[in-house]
């Protein structure tokens, strides 16, 4: 997996949850009630980038990829347009659980929320058995990734720099995870609950850390004072090319 430098903006993606985003990313729900023409635009916006990085030359291909995509991403805005209600307060007693350090209250705010998302399953199987049959397995993580905007390689490389000298086994119970929590995550409506999935399962893998002799606090820490110092030496080097 490619190694990037992390940046305060990436580090949102394991330092924070949910994670910062550009203000203009609202994840996969679709705007609601829309006319045919606007349905049709913000499909269209969100199936783009998709198809742009799969780049797939047969234009039947690309256009039963469209399709496909778009039939799902509807499936999903009408099933949120039903649950968001019931959802959303679910992720608030978990954050809150969270908070107070109450794992069970946590737990059983999870199990509330899988419990509600286990009606989505049928469709959720269905997409990815169809986009199976006109894609590769590499191909169907590309979706995959661009749906959760490359969270799992952003997050899987922020842990290589804030947790040195990682081996090759934890690097592997850390993407299993990370891909676990983008399975989960493609089901979300706003990009702040999809990173929510994705901080579920960071607490499994810094448990997991913790246990492997981490301290995962003061790593945080070090990395955070780290990124700070780097920071202000930037702004000193700009402000001294300036006089």
């Not at 659980?97 to 009606?119: P, T």
């Not at 989505?120 to 169809?130: A, D, G, I, N």
Request: aromatic share 6%; glycine share 6%; hydrophobic share 45%.
């Amino acid at each position: 997996m490619k190694q990037v430098i992390l940046t305060a903006a990436l580090a949102c993606a394991v330092l924070a949850g949910p994670v910062c985003l550009p203000a203009q990313t609202n994840g996969t729900v679709l705007p609601t009630p829309v006319d045919g023409d606007r349905l049709k635009a913000s499909l269209d916006k969100h199936i783009k980038p998709i198809l742009t990085a799969l780049h797939l030359a047969d234009a039947a291909q690309a256009a039963q990829v469209h399709d496909l995509v778009a039939a799902h991403l509807q499936a999903l805005n009408a099933w949120h347009a039903q649950h968001d209600a019931e959802i959303k307060p679910l992720w608030n007693e978990f954050n809150q659980a969270r908070g107070k350090q109450n794992e069970a209250g946590a737990d059983a705010a999870l199990a509330k929320i899988d419990g509600v998302y286990a009606s989505l399953k049928p469709e959720h199987e269905q997409f990815f058995t169809q986009l199976a049959t006109l894609l590769t397995p590499e191909q169907v993580e590309t979706v995959m990734d661009v749906l959760t905007i490359n969270k799992v390689r952003i997050t899987f490389n922020a842990y290589g720099q804030i947790f040195h000298g990682l081996t090759d086994a934890q690097n592997d119970f850390i993407l299993k995870n990370l891909k676990a929590a983008r399975e989960e995550a493609i089901d979300g409506g706003a990009m702040t609950e999809k990173s929510l999935f994705f901080k579920k399962y960071k607490i499994q893998i810094e448990a997991y850390l913790t246990a492997q002799g981490y301290d995962v606090k003061q790593a945080y820490r070090d990395f955070v004072a780290k990124q700070k110092a780097a920071k202000a030496a930037a702004e000193a080097g700009t402000a001294g090319q300036d006089k």
